[in-house]
């Protein structure tokens, strides 16, 4: 069965840093991507970037240049890093194993969420 549990959420500072992980385990057939997602209150889930199979990257337009998704393979692990952190970026962020077909596209299985909070 697919499992992901995200960690690291917590309060920052606002132009502040926090690394969020994703440990995964198990697989779904055909999947080459890994997504972060994140829900503001009131607001509809949102991307906020992805990582292939193969080491691409993307990002939602909001994030570019402050935000960073990577893999830890050894570990079965992706993680965000997140920097220059904005008020607006309060969300509960999520995982998600998913697939890339132009873009990124999210699967059936999420995991619980972390809550980042900024304050200005």
């Known amino acids: 069965q697919v499992q992901l549990v995200e960690s690291g959420g917590g309060l920052v500072q606002a132009g502040g840093s926090l690394r969020l992980s994703c440990a995964a385990s198990?697989?779904?057939?055909?999947?080459?991507?890994m997504g972060w997602y994140r829900q503001a209150p009131g607001k509809e889930r949102e991307l906020v970037g992805c990582i292939t199979s193969d080491g691409r990257t993307g990002y939602t337009e909001s994030v570019k240049g402050r935000f960073t998704i990577s893999r830890v393979n050894a570990k079965n692990t992706v993680n965000l890093q997140m920097s220059s952190l904005k008020p607006d970026d309060t969300a509960v962020y999520y995982c998600n194993l998913g697939y890339y077909v132009g873009t990124c596209t999210p699967g059936a299985y999420w995991g619980q969420g972390t809550q980042v909070t900024v304050s200005s």
């Open positions: 198990g697989s779904i057939f055909g999947a080459n991507a």
